[in-house]
T-cell receptor, first 109, second 115 residues
Framework: KQEVTQIPAALSVPEGENLVLNCSFTDSAIYNLQWFRQDPGKGLTSLLLIQSSQREQTSGRLNASLDKSSGRSTLYIAASQPGDSATYLCAVHSQNFVFGPGTRLSVLP | NAGVMQNPRHLVRRRGQEARLRCSPMKGHSHVYWYRQLPEEGLKFMVYLQKENIIDESGMPKERFSAEFPKEGPSILRIQQVVRGDSAAYFC?????????????FGQGTRLTVV
C-alpha cells in the first residue's frame, strides 16, 4: 500500500528566502508525481507534474525533483513571497492519486 | 474549457438525510476520482470511476456511500442517512485517461455540513 509523507508539517519563513519542501513515498512503482497548492477553504491548484521517467520540472520560481528509486521528491521555491503562503501537497499516481498530509507554509512580509 | 465543475459548493443536511454531490469532469476526460478531506486533515481517496464503470472503490465506506459515472451527465457521489462525521470537503478530479501519463485536475470541492 502506497504511503506518502511530507516534511516539514509547517514552515514559517521571512519573505525572500529560498526553501525546500520534502515528499517521500514507499512504493517506487509510480506513473507520476504532482505538486499542488491549496489555499484555506479552497480547492487544489496543480503546480508541477513530474513523470516517472523525469528527474525534474520547473515553472517560474518553482522547481520539483524526483528520485523514484529512493522514493523522494522535493519542491524548491525560490525567493519566497507572502502570496506563496498556502498548504503544499504532493500526490503520487499509482492506481489512484495518494496524497501526503501537506506542508503548511507561511511567508512573512 | 471550464475545468472540473462541482456543485453545490456548499451543502447543509440534517442527520438522516441524503446528500448528492455532483462532478462534471473537464471536456474530453473520461476518468473521475473522488476524495474526502476532513477538517485539518489530508485528502483521502474514495473511488475511481470511468464512464459506467467503478475501477477502484477501496476507499469508500462499505455502507451509505455510493458513486456512479453514467454515460451521460456528471459523476454523482451519494451519501445516504448522513451523520455528523460525514461533514467534510469532497473533491473530485478528472483526467483524460488511465495510462498514468496524465495530469489530474481538481474541482473546487463541495463542503458538506451535517447538522
Amino acid at each position: 500500500k502506497q504511503e506518502v509523507t511530507q516534511i516539514p508539517a509547517a514552515l514559517s519563513v521571512p519573505e525572500g528566502e529560498n526553501l525546500v519542501l520534502n515528499c517521500s513515498f514507499t512504493d517506487s512503482a509510480i506513473y507520476n508525481l504532482q505538486w499542488f497548492r491549496q489555499d484555506p477553504g479552497k480547492g487544489l491548484t496543480s503546480l508541477l507534474l513530474i513523470q516517472s521517467s523525469q528527474r525534474e520540472q520547473t515553472s517560474g520560481r518553482l522547481n520539483a525533483s524526483l528520485d523514484k528509486s529512493s522514493g523522494r521528491s522535493t519542491l524548491y521555491i525560490a525567493a519566497s513571497q507572502p502570496g506563496d503562503s498556502a498548504t503544499y501537497l504532493c500526490a503520487v499516481h499509482s492506481q489512484n492519486f495518494v496524497f501526503g498530509p501537506g506542508t503548511r507554509l507561511s511567508v512573512l512580509p | 474549457n471550464a475545468g472540473v465543475m462541482q456543485n453545490p459548493r456548499h451543502l447543509v443536511r440534517r442527520r438522516g438525510q441524503e446528500a448528492r454531490l455532483r462532478c462534471s469532469p473537464m471536456k474530453g476526460h473520461s476518468h473521475v476520482y473522488w476524495y474526502r478531506q476532513l477538517p485539518e486533515e489530508g485528502l483521502k481517496f474514495m473511488v475511481y470511476l470511468q464512464k459506467e464503470n467503478i475501477i477502484d472503490e477501496s476507499g469508500m465506506p462499505k455502507e451509505r456511500f455510493s458513486a456512479e459515472f453514467p454515460k451521460e451527465g456528471p459523476s454523482i457521489l451519494r451519501i445516504q442517512q448522513v451523520v455528523r462525521g460525514d461533514s467534510a470537503a469532497y473533491f473530485c478530479a478528472s483526467s483524460p485517461g488511465g495510462s498514468g501519463l496524465t495530469e489530474a485536475f481538481f474541482g473546487q470541492g463541495t463542503r458538506l455540513t451535517v447538522v
